[in-house]
């Protein structure tokens, strides 16, 4: 039924946008302390997305001992892919929160760690929000390519109808892709707003999204006192 093949979808699909992001921001975080790894952690990272997707998913079984149609290597692929949108755009995102900030930070006595998840994370946070939203469609779109393998997915759809000649089916499964995949950008979007709601005050006013950093670092500092 279209309910299986998209509850199947999702099981899919969401694992692997929690651990891109997940994944992607120490990566990221890393790739910005040190220059010399930052080309290859950023370079290499977006190399993984020109590798055919259909070919990652016949090897990936290879390397994890896994069936040809375990659902596990539909997840670690996609997780790939997922981390070759995110880890550059992250990484982009922490390279332009202002070095004044993190200066202020520092002299009030923040340790790396607090400045990181207290100021620098949150300033980046509307920029590596806008790459998970793509990631999440993209992971989305990436998932019907299982059922070429038969990993059950809405990509069921297509290779059925296909088979059949039943263009109905097919477009239904376009449909049923499409419609999952502007649902699951809408929670991203709430999501981030929920995360973030200083960002979406005023929005594209910078000053707002410092105003916030800021004020979360002075909570932050008032606690520790």
Same mark, same amino acid.
């Given at each position: 039924?279209?309910?299986?093949?998209?509850?199947?979808?999702?099981?899919? %699909?969401?694992?692997?946008?929690?651990?891109?992001?997940?994944?992607?921001?120490?990566?990221?975080?890393? %790739?910005?302390?040190?220059?010399?790894?930052?080309?290859?952690?950023?370079?290499?990272? $977006?190399?993984?997305? +020109?590798?055919?997707?259909?070919?990652?998913?016949?090897?990936?079984?290879?390397?994890?001992?896994?069936?040809?149609?375990?659902?596990?290597?539909?997840?670690? %692929?996609?997780?790939?892919?997922?981390?070759?949108?995110?880890?550059?755009?992250?990484?982009?995102?922490?390279?332009?929160? *202002?070095?004044?900030?993190?200066? %202020?930070?520092?002299?009030?006595?923040?340790?790396?760690?607090?400045?990181?998840?207290?100021?620098?994370?949150?300033?980046?946070?509307?920029?590596?929000?806008?790459?998970?939203?793509?990631?999440?469609? $993209?992971?989305?779109?990436?998932?019907?390519?299982?059922?070429?393998?038969?990993?059950?997915?809405?990509?069921?759809?297509?290779? *059925?109808?296909?088979?059949?000649?039943?263009?109905?089916?097919?477009?239904?499964?376009?449909?049923?892709?499409?419609?999952?995949?502007?649902?699951?950008?809408?929670?991203?979007?709430?999501?981030?707003?929920?995360?973030?709601?200083?960002?979406?005050?005023?929005?594209? *006013?910078?000053?707002?999204?410092? +105003?916030?950093?800021?004020?979360?670092?002075?909570?932050?500092?008032?606690?520790?006192?």
């Amino acid at each position: 039924t279209i309910a299986g093949h998209l509850l199947a979808h999702l099981l899919q %699909a969401v694992p692997a946008i929690i651990a891109s992001f997940v994944l992607a921001v120490p990566v990221a975080r890393l %790739a910005r302390a040190s220059r010399p790894l930052r080309a290859v952690l950023v370079t290499g990272s $977006s190399l993984l997305y +020109a590798v055919p997707s259909l070919a990652l998913f016949v090897i990936l079984p290879i390397i994890l001992a896994t069936g040809i149609r375990d659902p596990l290597n539909v997840i670690v %692929a996609l997780t790939l892919y997922g981390l070759a949108l995110l880890v550059p755009a992250t990484a982009d995102a922490l390279d332009a929160v *202002d070095a004044r900030v993190l200066d %202020a930070a520092t002299a009030m006595g923040m340790g790396r760690i607090r400045c990181f998840l207290t100021v620098e994370l949150p300033l980046a946070g509307p920029a590596i929000l806008t790459g998970l939203r793509v990631v999440t469609v $993209s992971t989305i779109s990436l998932t019907t390519v299982g059922a070429v393998l038969g990993v059950r997915s809405l990509g069921w759809l297509f290779t *059925d109808g296909f088979q059949r000649g039943i263009t109905a089916e097919i477009v239904t499964g376009l449909v049923a892709t499409a419609a999952l995949a502007l649902v699951l950008d809408g929670l991203v979007l709430a999501l981030g707003r929920l995360c973030l709601p200083w960002t979406w005050k005023r929005a594209g *006013d910078a000053g707002a999204v410092l +105003a916030g950093a800021c004020a979360a670092a002075s909570n932050s500092q008032e606690g520790k006192a």
